[in-house]
């Protein structure tokens, strides 16, 4: 069986803002055997995640711990999509299947331990999507960054930068579930709205309307922040040192302020770190994979209950992935960013 396979590949290495120049759409053969041991996969929802333009350029620390984008070569991602043909019994012809997918219309992999896949339940009763977002990576980013790098107690002050995000926009709805006050900042005043009226967060703010970030978040936290949940980088971090209270915890998610601009690294202010004894952790969703199902049973239970909103943010067609990434760099985006395939 042989069909013709389109996918995004990067033109070049990407280094600041990307654009959608950047890309191009590119089409080879995949060809599957029934001798081959390999399973191929129709794609049907694809996952756009900041964190991939890391993995674009020539060098990045992420190097360490993600394969490096080539250009020309497919691109690896999260995403959802039907088995169409299996040399493999464990999946079978019409199987759905979430996991590490790529940008493009169809996926062939050989099932083994390394390969993070798993099989939707179509009874769930959720949208497929949810497979890529809220009961996906971006799910377990959230819940294992708060659970298990925060540590909520309730009570306490929680801060969510970028807090209109995939992640953010969870992460602030499962503190409020854990009896928290949630305070979180965006790029719009409709996000900020988003916020407080749609997830229920205590308060919200635009930080383009901020000149001082550590006056404003000492106005929305007079009593000081207690887990401060880093999406952003720069001087956010340091306007929530400057406001953490004792033993405060930061759990370090992503700094998409620093992947386009090296010029807006932060230098943590160590003194605040060392005299307040605050943590700062980073984490992958995937230091939690041992814990995934556990995840996602309480996260969907939260969903069923009305307690967890997802909101998604989808495009439509192989040739709006560049678009739909590019838009996350604008602050264009709302909630999951996701391209939905045929």
Not at 239 to 255: E, K, P, Q
């Amino acid at each position: 069986m042989e069909v013709e396979n389109r996918y995004v590949a990067i033109r070049h290495h990407v280094e600041g803002s990307p654009s959608v120049d950047d890309f191009e759409v590119k089409s080879a053969p995949v060809r599957w055997t029934p001798e081959s041991g390999e399973v191929l996969v129709k794609n049907m929802y694809l996952s756009i995640d900041p964190y991939q333009l890391n993995r674009m350029k020539r060098q990045s620390a992420s190097h360490h711990s993600v394969d490096v984008i080539l250009p020309g070569e497919r691109i690896g991602s999260t995403g959802v999509g039907e088995v169409v043909a299996s040399a493999c019994p464990e999946y079978e012809v019409g199987d759905v299947v979430a996991g590490v997918l790529a940008w493009e219309e169809y996926t062939l992999f050989r099932p083994s331990p390394a390969v993070l896949m798993v099989k939707v339940d179509a009874t769930s009763g959720f949208p497929l999507s949810y497979q890529v977002g809220v009961l996906g990576t971006s799910g377990m980013t959230a819940y294992g960054g708060l659970f298990e790098v925060g540590k909520p107690q309730k009570g306490e002050k929680v801060f969510v930068s970028a807090a209109s995000g995939s992640v953010g926009s969870l992460v602030g709805q499962f503190a409020k579930l854990a009896g928290c006050y949630v305070v979180g900042c965006a790029g719009t005043q409709a996000k900020v709205d988003m916020l407080k009226d749609k997830l229920g967060f205590d308060d919200a703010f635009n930080y383009k309307d901020e000149p001082d970030l550590k006056s404003a978040l000492k106005k929305y936290f007079p009593d000081g922040i207690d887990i401060y949940f880093e999406n952003v980088g720069g001087e956010m971090l340091n306007a929530a040192l400057a406001n953490m209270n004792t033993y405060g915890r930061v759990a370090v998610c992503g700094v998409i302020a620093e992947y386009t601009d090296p010029g807006k690294r932060a230098s943590p202010d160590f003194l605040e770190i060392i005299y307040k004894r605050i943590t700062l952790r980073g984490f992958f969703a995937y230091d939690f994979m041992a814990k995934f199902h556990e995840f996602m049973g309480i996260i969907g239970d939260w969903i069923r209950e009305g307690k967890v909103q997802a909101v998604e943010d989808i495009s439509e067609g192989l040739e709006s992935v560049p678009s739909a990434f590019v838009a996350l760099y604008r602050g264009q985006n709302v909630g999951k960013t996701l391209v939905k395939l045929a």
